[in-house]
């Protein structure tokens, strides 16, 4: 893969949502990404929580790579990393105590999401912190992309519903976004379960890979 710490802005987030998608391509971030996305609310939470973690961890250490001596590198970005972590757990507790508590683990984890760390050690540890800033804000899209399609895919499928429980991220303005399918909703049970959270993303990996293979000359 080519050295982005070179290239164009626009090149380095293109190259975060799609050629270099954290779920999708590099695998990264799979164990919550299956997990957490059983409605579309879990995965909106999350990808915000690890967002402003990984946006917040790569300006920061842009910042202070020149005064992280190489041997203490790994731990301080751990630390750097848990700060942030900390600070959307806090977030999350006093905006959205009972959202909270259906991720919470999940949250408390991203200190230790493969994501976050190597774009920090590949990346925002070696150019400026504007373009730290931008390449977060690539891989932070891409990682939201997978968590939304898997969550809005698993919710309809296994509740009939799209967008239910918004008001526990947004408040009151949230209530009605609900949308149901007509009819009986029913709903497919295994699509909530681990083993259909395998299922859809391996098909949703090879849907990507094939749309991208067709794309290509």
């Known amino acids: ?8 802005a626009s ?18 971030g799979l164990c919550p990404l299956l997990a957490v996305s059983t409605s579309v609310v879990n995965a909106l939470a999350l990808a915000l929580a690890s ?9 920061s250490v842009s910042l202070l790579r020149r005064w992280i001596p190489d041997f203490a590198r790994l731990p301080a970005y751990v630390l750097i990393i848990a700060t942030f972590t900390t600070c959307a757990v806090l977030l999350l507790e006093a905006h959205a105590f009972d959202l909270y508590l259906r ?4 949250v408390q984890i991203i200190v230790t999401n493969c994501m976050i760390l190597g774009r920090v050690e590949s990346f925002a540890s070696r150019t400026s912190p504007g373009r730290a800033a931008v390449d977060a804000l690539g891989t932070a899209s891409g990682f939201a992309l997978a968590l939304l399609i898997m969550g809005g895919v698993r919710e309809l499928l296994g ?27 029913g709903g497919l049970l295994i699509a909530l379960l681990p083993p259909g959270a395998f299922i859809l993303a391996g098909l949703l990996l090879g849907a990507g890979r094939a749309l991208k293979d067709k794309g290509q000359p």
């Open 51 to 59: 967002g402003g973690v990984l946006l917040g961890a790569n300006i």
């Open 11 to 28: 090149g380095v987030f293109r190259e975060g949502v799609a050629a270099r998608n954290p779920a999708w391509v590099q695998l990264l």
């Open 159 to 185: 509740r009939g519903t799209l967008f239910a429980n918004m008001d526990l991220l947004f408040g009151p303005v949230g209530a009605n976004w609900q949308l149901t399918l007509p009819g009986d909703p």
């Open 103 to 106: 991720i919470a683990l999940f």
């Open 1 to 8: 893969m080519r050295n982005l710490t070179q290239a164009p």
